[in-house]
Every structure is written in structure tokens, then in C-alpha cells.
């Protein structure tokens, strides 16, 4: 079997694509990022993400940076944005 046999021969087994296709790699495709699901919170001075969703809590939440109105500085805080 060439490889051209075996690449059509995979292509048949597959079938025509359908619609429902993965959600998840679909996001990905148009320039999305999926948002990352944790059951605890992580350090917001460490997180990469702007976004995660509390599975414990059924919660999104957003990174923000609070400042200090005493000092002035500013703190990386997870701020609730939805509660589903």
C-alpha cells in the first residue's frame, strides 16, 4: 500500500466532516484562548491567565489589579465577574 492509498484510505474511514465538530478546538481556531477550570484559586501574582472558572463554586472570575489607596501600589486580585 502506497502512502497516497493509506492517506485516502484513512480519509474514507474518517467520513465528511460534521458540524459539531470540537467546540473547544474551534475557540482556538478563531483566535480564542479557553479559559483554564480550577477547583481552588490560583495565586493571582502568578497567573498567566487573565481568566479562570471556580468548578467548586460555579463561578468565573476575572484577574484585575487593585490598587492601594493608602500606598498607591498595585495588587493582581481575582474579581467575581458571573456567578452561573
Not at 47 to 72: E, F, Q, W
Request: charged share 20%; with cysteine; hydrophobic share 30%.
Amino acid at each position: 500500500m502506497t502512502t497516497s492509498e493509506f492517506l485516502q484510505d484513512i480519509a474514507t474511514r474518517r467520513g465528511a466532516p460534521n458540524f459539531g465538530g470540537n467546540p473547544h478546538r474551534f475557540v482556538e481556531l478563531v483566535k480564542g484562548s479557553l479559559v483554564p477550570t480550577y477547583f481552588y484559586e490560583p495565586d493571582p501574582d502568578t497567573s498567566r491567565d487573565k481568566y479562570y472558572y471556580n468548578t467548586r463554586t460555579n463561578t468565573l472570575y476575572s484577574l484585575v489589579k487593585a490598587i492601594n489607596p493608602v500606598t498607591g501600589c498595585e495588587t493582581p486580585v481575582w474579581k467575581k465577574i458571573s456567578v452561573c
